[in-house]
T-cell receptor, first 114, second 115 residues
């Protein structure tokens, strides 16, 4: 069964600093991987997705993630944090691209320090 | 182009009651999935509807049921409400067949409080 583990329920970074949110996955088949962002009192917005093409995936708002099969990781990064990046971030995995249920991690709350 | 819409936005119910939540998918989408997000947790998959049939189901009791209409909109019904059913209920829509591969688009959710 697939699963994802997000390391750190809360992460704080200073404005302008590197953002790194960690995600490790477990899957018996080649996975499809996603990062979603959730702003307060809103639904989920897809940041980026990995679908077995390029291992470095670029998403919206300057975020990117790298798929590392040997480490079973899919960490999310952004070179320079902005105050508007403060939100909850969810890593998720699916067996097949959208054709199956999506399994979410527990989320990481990103705090941006002025 | 309207995205996924859900109604109502907030709902307060008493234990033992029944509730119906509604979802209209993004224009052009034919598949609807429902998720439950408890406070401080990630969303958990409830079930998915395609062609008016439940295609897949997560680990939720039979108290949770759904329906999809010919216009692809969907309802989530929960019977015999428990305090633990208090959560944000998210609807996501997608297109079952898409050459570029499809993704799920989420609505803003319905916040259900059971007292």
């Amino acid at each position: 069964a697939q699963s994802v583990t997000q390391l750190g329920s809360h992460v704080s970074v200073s404005e302008g600093a590197l953002v790194l949110l960690r995600c490790n996955y477990s899957s018996s088949v080649p996975p499809y991987l996603f990062w979603y962002v959730q702003y307060p009192n809103q639904g989920l917005q897809l940041l980026l997705k990995y679908t077995s093409a390029a291992t470095l995936v670029k998403g919206i708002n300057g975020f990117e993630a790298e798929f590392k099969k040997s480490e079973t990781s899919f960490h999310l990064t952004k070179p320079s944090a902005h105050m508007s990046d403060a939100a909850e971030y969810f890593c998720a995995v699916s067996d097949t691209f959208g054709d199956d249920k999506i399994i979410f991690g527990k989320g990481t709350r990103l705090h941006i320090l002025p | 182009d309207a995205g996924v819409t859900q109604s109502p936005t907030h709902l307060i119910k008493t234990r033992g009651q029944q509730v119906t939540l509604r979802c209209s998918p993004k224009s052009g989408h034919d598949t609807v999935s429902w998720y439950q997000q408890a406070l401080g947790q990630g969303p958990q998959f409830i079930f998915q509807y395609y062609e008016e049939e439940e295609r897949q189901r997560g680990n939720f009791p039979d108290r949770f049921s759904g329906h999809q209409f010919p216009n692809y909109s969907s309802e989530l019904n929960v019977n015999a409400l428990l305090l633990g059913d208090s959560a944000l209920y998210l609807c996501a829509s997608s297109l079952a067949v898409d050459g570029s591969g499809y993704e799920q688009y989420f609505g803003p959710g319905t916040r259900l409080t059971v007292t």
